[in-house]
């Protein structure tokens, strides 16, 4: 008795947590959202993703849709007709790789630069922050015409008395970088090796030997593997299949890093404000020159905001589909991307059960972006 | 909103329903769907306006949704039926592209009746008639025809060059490095749907008409030695194509042989209205025209038609709009707009008023040729087939390999389940 009796304090609160009117409001007033969240997010993905292991196509009033478990995923990744499906893929990476990179540089290059408190700042940072305003369709449909082989930016040199320029942009077949998709494996392999050996050497350099030998004897068993033919092993097309980067893809990435480079300017901008200026100064004397206090005081405080700035575009490039689609057309295998690939499948060719398995790919891709970020976001923010 | 307006107009209906039951024809609304804006819109709507003076108790609503060859249109017509919202009557290619999508689908009514009633079973031509009937019944109403193997040039150009309009491919690439070495390239070409294009007039004039339509129906496979060699062949034709072509429309690729620096296209007969009405050149001196090398006295055609799907909210005034479409006067009026002939044989296409002398060699031809479907434009494959076709030709034109292309061709038909 005595012993319930001096657990008793703790019960009050327990009780209020349970049953109290703000939080009976609080579920209320979230019910709504949630319920139209369950339904309309996660209950439509849940349809996709079930949708994508039946063979269900054509607009048949009473279609009959059979499950086909993983059918559709193996011949997106490995069937002779999915050959676009694959190189699309392989587009969306180089796409994300030089769009991101643009970005950054090009975002961080202006926020620097209108960071030396030049005059007429506002003014610069709204022509640099304008073109994200528009919407892609906008800025394809612009760049389309800029683009047109036969003016435009080719027309360019002219002005100063050049010859034109003889570039196709949107339409060249050139491919660089290519490589065989059925080596992808084992090139997949390998940087996880690379990325494992990383790992271990600067778990050396802290002094957790033991963590390190781990990590590194399964970079060092995963290298081995490849190079001893194992990547080989693991099945993917039935014959040797050439992707690469289209260079293509050189028009599209110039509009896209266009548009949302200024975004990253006003995100670095805003970093850049808020670096202490007393940090610069002791930088600067302790003998630092102004290169040197961006390199060792400003970038490294700038980290977070790249971060974020990454998880931003990289969701956008990954899903792209509207600048596309407005500056090449659906049907320019070129410059084709997933997004597009979905949406002919689906509607074009009535194949939608694999449209949906494209989709899942995509939501595959973009959570791999999304998850963590989101999971060290609320982490943090409850840690604060 | 419009909701509300069409519950107020059946209210008004169900009131008035004496006083309407004393006007002639059908009542209500009739809301017909296309692709066609633009250049093409006049056209439909000369037709609607003669529609609304037949049927003055009908209110038309002109649904269109905009977007080359109707790629857009076709997305919301699909969601639209898939929601159980069919529009009255809407636009769709003849052939398999409405039999593979809609009829197979179960949701198109059967218009053998209407056919029947019309008189149409004489006077649409057998080869049409066979394109957009399945042993069930007839499916669409054709509103006009274009015809998709027709090499054009301009006549005092080749003479210039010394070469004669070749009668086959062979002969084609025989006058090619003459063309060349004169500095003009021997076929124009643009982006990619015209090289689809190109494939099947190479196609019909290696397999034949007969060949042709066993491609389709699954007696000629893919991967048989004449299909493959279509491949061989349509390879050497593109080696005589100009190299930027995929930056190209239709229209510029015309222009190169309107304007001298190439010597031949080979286009639909949309490319002379294009050349007439807005180059405005006469025809027969400004262009010439043949049948594409080597597919003389076989018309490949397409059309446009209109269907009535199950399900329509206004059937009575959809059959008035059909009745109209497949008319000989329909078609009379919107075909010289449109820049086609009319399928219907019945048609005034003897008038010089009406159709210009290109559109009536075509008309005499249409009326004797063999007929065929078209596959780049829907009439012969489903849409499943032809929107894939699109990857089995990207993978020609990367590896220029004949044998993997046809076994890719192959198993796209056997995925879309052509000769099944």
């Not at chain 2, 769709?92 to 409405?98: M, P, T």
Request: charged fraction near 15%; glycine fraction near 10%.
């Amino acid at each position: 008795m005595t012993v319930a009796r001096t657990q008793q304090p703790s019960r009050p609160p327990h009780r209020r947590r349970r049953l109290n009117r703000d939080r009976i409001t609080a579920i209320l007033m979230l019910l709504p959202s949630i319920l139209l969240l369950a339904i309309f997010v996660y209950g439509f993905i849940g349809q996709t993703v079930y949708t994508s292991l039946t063979d269900w196509s054509g607009l048949s009033l009473n279609p009959e849709i059979n499950f086909i478990g993983l059918k559709n995923y193996n011949d997106l990744f490995t069937g002779l007709l999915d050959v676009r499906f694959r190189q699309d893929l392989v587009n969306t990476f180089f796409f994300t790789i030089f769009f991101l990179a643009g970005c950054l540089g090009l975002g961080l290059l202006l926020a620097v630069l209108l960071d030396q408190n030049i005059k007429g700042e506002g003014i610069f940072r709204t022509i640099f922050l304008f073109p994200m305003a528009l919407s892609f369709i906008v800025t394809g449909t612009m760049w389309r015409w800029l683009f047109n082989p036969g003016g435009g930016v080719n027309r360019l040199p002219g002005v100063i008395g050049l010859q034109p320029l003889e570039l196709r942009w949107l339409t060249d077949r050139t491919q660089i970088l290519q490589f065989n998709w059925q080596d992808l494996p084992g090139i997949i392999l390998l940087v996880v090796a690379a990325v494992l050996a990383w790992m271990a050497y600067r778990r050396w350099q802290r002094g957790r030997r033991n963590a390190a030998r781990v990590t590194g004897g399964i970079a060092v068993v995963l290298a081995l593997f490849v190079l001893l033919g194992g990547g080989k092993a693991i099945p993917t097309t039935a014959l040797p299949e050439t992707h690469g980067f289209n260079l293509a893809f050189i028009g599209i990435i110039i509009a896209a890093v266009w548009q949302q480079s200024g975004y990253t300017m006003a995100m670095y901008l805003a970093g850049l404000r808020g670096v202490p200026e007393e940090l610069r100064e002791a930088a600067r004397v302790d003998g630092c020159n102004e290169l040197q206090v961006y390199r060792h005081i400003v970038l490294p405080l700038l980290q977070p905001i790249t971060l974020s700035a990454m998880i931003i575009l990289g969701h956008i490039s990954l899903k792209i589909f509207d600048l596309v689609f407005a500056m090449a057309g659906a049907d320019n295998a070129t410059t084709d991307v997933p997004g597009i690939l979905m949406y002919l499948t689906s509607f074009r060719a009535n194949q939608f059960a694999k449209g949906a398995a494209i989709a899942v790919v995509m939501l595959i891709m973009v959570a791999f972006v999304i998850v963590p970020y989101l999971y060290t976001t609320l982490r943090s923010e409850h840690e604060l | 909103m419009k909701k509300l307006l069409s519950l107020v107009l059946v209210l008004s209906v169900m009131l008035g329903a004496t006083s309407l039951a004393l006007a002639q024809g059908p009542s209500g609304e009739l809301e017909i769907f296309s692709w066609w804006a633009g250049d093409e819109g006049p056209a439909l709507e000369a037709l609607i306006a003669r529609y609304s003076e037949i049927n003055p108790n009908v209110e038309v609503i002109n649904a269109t949704v905009t977007g080359g060859s109707g790629v857009n249109a076709k997305a919301v017509l699909k969601t639209r039926m898939l929601g159980g919202d069919p529009p009255d009557s809407f636009q769709v290619h003849a052939g398999q592209e409405l039999i593979g999508t809609w009829v197979v689908a179960d949701r198109m009514e059967d218009l053998t009746p209407l056919f029947e009633e019309q008189g149409w079973m004489e006077a649409f031509p057998q080869g049409l008639l066979d394109l957009i009937s399945t042993d069930e019944g007839i499916w669409s109403v054709p509103v006009n025809i274009h015809r998709s193997n027709v090499l054009w040039f301009v006549p005092s150009k080749l003479e210039e060059w010394g070469v004669e309009v070749p009668a086959s491919w062979a002969d084609f690439l025989a006058i090619c490095p003459t063309l060349k070495e004169a500095g003009v390239t021997p076929l124009a070409l643009g982006e990619n749907w015209t090289v689809n294009h190109l494939w099947e007039s190479v196609a019909l004039s290696i397999l034949g008409a007969d060949g042709w339509n066993g491609l389709w129906d699954g007696s000629v496979s893919f991967t048989s030695p004449e299909a493959v060699a279509v491949w061989d062949t349509f390879g050497q034709v593109l080696d005589c194509t100009n190299e930027d072509a995929a930056s190209l429309s239709w229209q510029q690729a015309t222009d190169m042989v309107v304007g001298g620096t190439a010597a031949f296209n080979v286009m639909g007969d949309w490319a002379a209205g294009y050349m007439v009405t807005t180059l405005g050149l006469v025809p027969g001196e400004g262009f010439g025209w043949a049948a594409a090398p080597g597919t003389d006295g076989v018309f490949m055609m397409l059309s446009d038609s209109f269907g009535l799907p199950v399900g329509a909210k206004n059937r009575d005034a959809a059959l008035a709009w059909l009745t109209l479409l497949g008319s000989a006067e329909g078609q009379d009026i919107f075909n010289p707009l449109k820049g086609s002939i009319p399928a219907n044989l019945g048609g005034d296409v003897t008038n010089g008023d009406l159709y210009n002398p290109y559109l009536q060699s075509a008309a005499a031809d249409w009326a004797s040729n063999t007929i065929v479907g078209s596959l780049v434009h829907g009439a012969v494959a489903p849409e499943s087939f032809t929107s894939n076709f699109a990857t089995v030709m990207e993978i020609f034109l990367t590896s220029r390999d004949a044998t993997a292309t046809a076994n890719a061709a192959q198993a796209v038909a056997l995925q879309s389940g052509i000769g099944a």
